[in-house]
């Protein structure tokens, strides 16, 4: 078993964190794309893809609690190949937007939003 997909499986059995350490040995530059996408006025995600014009399908990972996108790059790199494969951090999380509580409440109804509009503007 290769050293990436060992530690990936031991990570996934503990629930462990990758940390960006790990993982950028095992991710090529050209593999992911980081950047950021705009939600709404008041929400920015930062994400991660892997495009794959021969995808078989798409994965969309996402982060417990507190935990950020970094958490999924060796499994985001071990599925390029095959997937689109895409992560993004939560509001409040990782760099991505910290809106005010008036105006996101945290609540798993504005989480579950945002998962419907990162959807719908990822395509």
Do not use: C
């Amino acid at each position: 078993m290769s050293k990436w997909l060992s530690t990936l499986a031991a990570a996934l059995a503990l629930g462990a964190s990758i940390t960006p350490a790990m993982a950028a040995e095992n991710l090529g530059p050209s593999q992911a794309e980081i950047g950021f996408i705009e939600l709404d006025k008041d929400i920015t995600v930062r994400r991660m893809v892997v495009h794959n014009p021969k995808a078989k399908g798409v994965v969309l990972f996402l982060h417990g609690f507190p935990e950020t996108l970094h958490a999924w790059e060796l499994a985001t790199a071990a599925l390029g190949d095959e997937y689109e494969v895409h992560a993004f951090d939560w509001p409040g999380y990782g760099l991505s937007s910290r809106p005010a509580i008036d105006i996101f409440s945290y609540s798993p109804r504005d989480y579950a939003r945002v998962l419907r509009e990162y959807i719908a503007k990822a395509g």
